[in-house]
């Protein structure tokens, strides 16, 4: 009888599923998020355990069942192993199509016709050229990221995360991943592959390839500034697991430019990928979703170091 089911849903589901869960992280981060940032005090203790994490946790009454919900920190990279793994396997089948000028196999295009709820809902609006050229952008970062989680980052043994959260990272990367192929030639039904060429690289493609690069590397200088914070400026050992006040670099404008720069990341994605709807959700979610943080992680700063700098923004310099 369940099989029957399973078997019902995957023939007749008609919702694309990875639309969904980007429309669905959206929807709850701007309510909640909202919530907590103009009418906290109001809220009850579970809902502000619940979204608080990292240096702007929830410091009121702990709620015991949400605490059993709660995992470390730490476990951040778990999910950049799942992401640099899925971004390879992705590239691999973009590159593989590619090279050989074939469409991708029969149960990848399945599986894309099942997320996005049947075949008729897919249709190409990405060219092999462009996909590929996004593919290896995703792929550098989630490589960056595993390597920042897993080698450098100095996370806090105390500091928890709701398990809540901690699914979100998986079904952030599983969806983002997926949102390159859904619409991309040769992971259609009826489409082939187009061969490679620089010369198909447009000009604003590589205006957004340019931007992506400068993120990157900022964002990367800018998890460093917060990784020597904790350490000896001379031995290079870990000193503190205490959130000390950034400086230098683009900190000096903002207080979370790594937020910033994951979205100019997003955003240039989006102009090389071009008319993805899907991707355009993603992008919708990670600025809600980097926005919300950075608004918390400003007013922290602000509560706990009173010479705070005065023309420091939250997340957009000199505007917000």
Known sequence: MLFELVEDFVKNNKINLVNVIFIGFTVIIVIFGSLITLVEPLLPDFIKQSFRYGK?????????????????????????????????LALYFVLKGIIMHTTAPSYVIEFLDFVAGGAGNRKVFINSNSALVASVLMTVQCARRFYETNFVQIFSKKSKMNLSHYMVGYLHYFGAILALLLNTEGFVKGSLPSSFSF???????YVFIFV?????????????????????????????????????GFFNVVSSPHMLFEILMYISLLGIVGASLTWKLVVVWVFSNQLMNALLTHKWYKDNFKNYPKQRKALIPFVL
């Open 56 to 88: 702007h946790k929830h410091n009121g009454p702990e709620i015991s069942l949400v605490s059993k919900m709660e995992v470390p920190k730490s476990w951040f990279k778990h999910f950049y192993i799942f992401a640099f793994s899925w971004a390879m």
């Open 199 to 205: 010369t198909k690289i447009t000009l604003l493609q």
């Open 212 to 248: 992506f690069h400068f993120s990157w590397s900022q964002q990367y200088k800018s998890n460093m500034i917060l990784v020597n914070l904790r350490k000896n400026p001379n031995t290079g050992k870990v000193e503190t697991e205490k959130h000390l006040m950034p400086i230098g």
